[in-house]
């Protein structure tokens, strides 16, 4: 964070005015893998409500219990039928092997987009938010994300929310730190006041 403060200077201004950010940092495995598909596309509190329904109702959220419980049990515990069939999916995928989350880490991150993404359910928003907050890439840029574009207008005083392409760019003057970036922005969201 320390190297955007000094390096930007819209971030700077943004740092004085709302702080720092809580940090994101999850463990890496199937738990959080699974968590990151519950927080698509729902609020923050929705996502929170369905995850401690799920870890009370399955007694742990591990690939075996997610494969016993099936789609209908997981379904009673909130998850959309389609979250449903892709926990399942991801389950499945982690307890035959051909996907080895272990390997993950190791692995570059374009070979880890492509891994994840190989799995239904899994698009590149889930598999850039494991990959920096699992395994702590620092240079990862979720450009398609609706709030992170949103911060970017409120941040840089853009007239219009900018598009995934138009973010693209706009992410390029924060690398090799976009992932922080990211999280800055996230906060800016949050905290920052509209104007």
Same mark, same amino acid.
């Given at each position: 964070?320390?190297?955007?403060?000094?390096?930007?200077?819209?971030?700077?201004?943004?740092?004085?005015?709302?702080?720092?950010?809580?940090?994101?940092?999850?463990?890496?495995?199937?738990?959080?893998?699974?968590?990151?598909?519950?927080?698509?596309?729902?609020?923050?509190?929705?996502?929170?409500?369905?995850?401690?329904?799920?870890?009370?109702?399955?007694?742990?959220?591990?690939?075996?219990?997610?494969?016993?419980?099936?789609? =209908?049990?997981?379904?009673?515990?909130? %998850?959309? #039928? $389609?979250?449903?069939?892709? *926990?399942?999916? /991801? &389950?499945? +995928?982690?307890?035959?092997?051909?996907?080895?989350?272990?390997?993950?880490?190791?692995?570059?991150?374009?070979?880890?987009?492509?891994?994840?993404?190989?799995?239904?359910?899994?698009?590149?928003?889930?598999? =850039?938010?494991?990959?920096?907050?699992? %395994?702590? #890439? $620092?240079?990862?840029?979720? *450009?398609?994300? /609706? &709030?992170? +574009?949103?911060?970017?207008?409120?941040?840089?005083?853009?007239?219009?929310?900018?598009?995934?392409?138009?973010?693209?760019?706009?992410?390029?003057?924060?690398?090799?730190?976009?992932?922080?970036?990211?999280?800055?922005?996230?906060?800016?969201?949050?905290?920052?006041?509209?104007?």
């Amino acid at each position: 964070m320390g190297v955007l403060i000094s390096s930007c200077p819209d971030i700077r201004r943004a740092h004085q005015q709302i702080g720092t950010p809580p940090a994101r940092d999850r463990d890496p495995g199937f738990p959080t893998l699974l968590r990151i598909i519950i927080d698509q596309q729902v609020s923050v509190q929705s996502g929170a409500a369905i995850w401690c329904r799920l870890q009370s109702g399955l007694g742990g959220c591990t690939a075996d219990a997610v494969v016993a419980a099936g789609d =209908e049990t997981l379904r009673t515990c909130g %998850l959309s #039928r $389609p979250k449903a069939r892709y *926990a399942v999916g /991801l &389950a499945q +995928a982690v307890i035959d092997g051909s996907l080895n989350l272990e390997n993950l880490q190791r692995a570059e991150n374009d070979d880890v987009r492509l891994q994840l993404t190989a799995i239904k359910g899994i698009g590149r928003w889930t598999a =850039e938010i494991y990959l920096m907050f699992a %395994l702590k #890439r $620092p240079d990862i840029w979720p *450009a398609g994300d /609706l &709030a992170l +574009a949103e911060a970017a207008k409120r941040l840089l005083k853009l007239t219009d929310r900018p598009t995934p392409d138009a973010m693209d760019e706009i992410g390029l003057r924060w690398r090799p730190e976009r992932t922080a970036a990211a999280v800055f922005l996230w906060h800016c969201y949050k905290k920052l006041p509209l104007e």
